[in-house]
């Protein structure tokens, strides 16, 4: 192993295989997370440690790792004091934001959180509810959850849990009365560690890749021939990210375009390129994109 190493805290639970796809998207070759907290990478200047996403800022902080990801909810309940690296847009299910909503049963009076005043909530994340609360002058007796939140809402007052989908909470006949927190992956780093020339460069790399794979997964490659006649209609449909590169082709008459454009807009593109006139329309996936 290299003499420089960088020791980097992989979420386990929810997080590990989106965190462990994005590095294989990535060019990463990990083995054996299915079995050891101690994968392994093909890159002899990275240690990985699998840990839960709820104490990883605390042990980033404290310099027992260098830098790993977490949410942003954890950073906040922790008030863990780290180097935020970067944003990863990426979560168990979708690639939308969590939140930590305020739940109680559908035939609860409660309609606000004011209601709560005097009650009871459940949560995992015990400091953030506190404090939102503490911020609205309602007094609520905050309790520690060890799982199956939803369950509790019938036995105390209220819960406070993390969705992505709201189809639990609906599935538990539970409705939402307010957003406490919405959170996303960050890419967080020790702050010693980010002083160091080695780890800060090894750790700017990683995010440099790992955003490149998140960019790729909403966006296309398109590539079309266009006659030379119909250059211009076309251009003016492509939304391109900076430029659309134009090629000549062997017929002199025609020309190559080639793009990357969102996957969304690929559906409603495709028939106004073909009735402007493009031909030999093709698109494809991308594994990375870099700006």
Same mark, same amino acid.
């Given at each position: 192993?290299? !003499?420089? %190493?960088?020791? +980097?805290?992989?979420? =386990?639970?929810?997080?590990?295989? *989106?965190?462990?796809? /994005? ?59 780290? !180097?935020? %690296?970067?944003? +990863?847009?990426?979560? =168990?299910?979708?690639?939308?934001? *969590?939140?930590?909503? /305020? ?189």
């Amino acid at each position: 192993m290299s !003499q420089n %190493v960088l020791k +980097l805290g992989i979420p =386990k639970g929810s997080l590990q295989n *989106a965190t462990f796809d /994005l590095f294989e998207k990535a060019g990463f070759n990990v083995t054996g997370f299915e079995r050891s907290y101690f994968p392994r990478i093909d890159d002899d200047e990275i240690q990985l440690i699998m840990l839960r996403a709820q104490e990883m800022s605390r042990y980033v902080e404290d310099g027992v790792l260098d830098a790993g990801f977490t949410g942003y909810d954890w950073i906040m309940e922790n008030g863990s004091d780290i !180097q935020e %690296v970067c944003e +990863l847009q990426y979560s =168990k299910a979708t690639s939308n934001p *969590a939140r930590w909503v /305020l739940a109680v049963p559908n035939e609860s009076a409660v309609q606000k959180p004011e209601d709560l005043d005097g009650g009871i909530i459940a949560t995992e994340l015990v400091n953030a509810t506190r404090n939102y609360f503490d911020k609205k002058g309602v007094n609520v007796k905050v309790e520690f959850s060890w799982g199956a939140t939803e369950v509790k809402a019938r036995l105390v007052d209220g819960i406070v849990e993390l969705t992505e989908t709201g189809s639990s909470l609906k599935a538990n006949n539970l409705r939402i009365v307010d957003t406490l927190l919405t959170s996303t992956t960050r890419f967080i780093a020790n702050k010693d560690a980010w002083q160091d020339n080695f780890k800060r460069t090894k750790i700017e790399n990683l995010a440099i890749l790992l955003q490149a794979v998140i960019d790729a997964r909403t966006r296309v490659g398109m590539k079309m021939n266009v006659a030379a006649r119909d250059l211009q209609t076309v251009l003016s449909l492509l939304p391109a990210e900076k430029s659309p590169t134009v090629s000549p082709l062997a017929e002199k008459d025609f020309v190559a375009i080639e793009i990357i454009i969102d996957d969304k807009t690929e559906r409603q593109l495709v028939p106004k390129l073909k009735r402007a006139g493009a031909s030999g329309i093709i698109t494809y996936p991308l594994n990375r994109v870099i700006h």
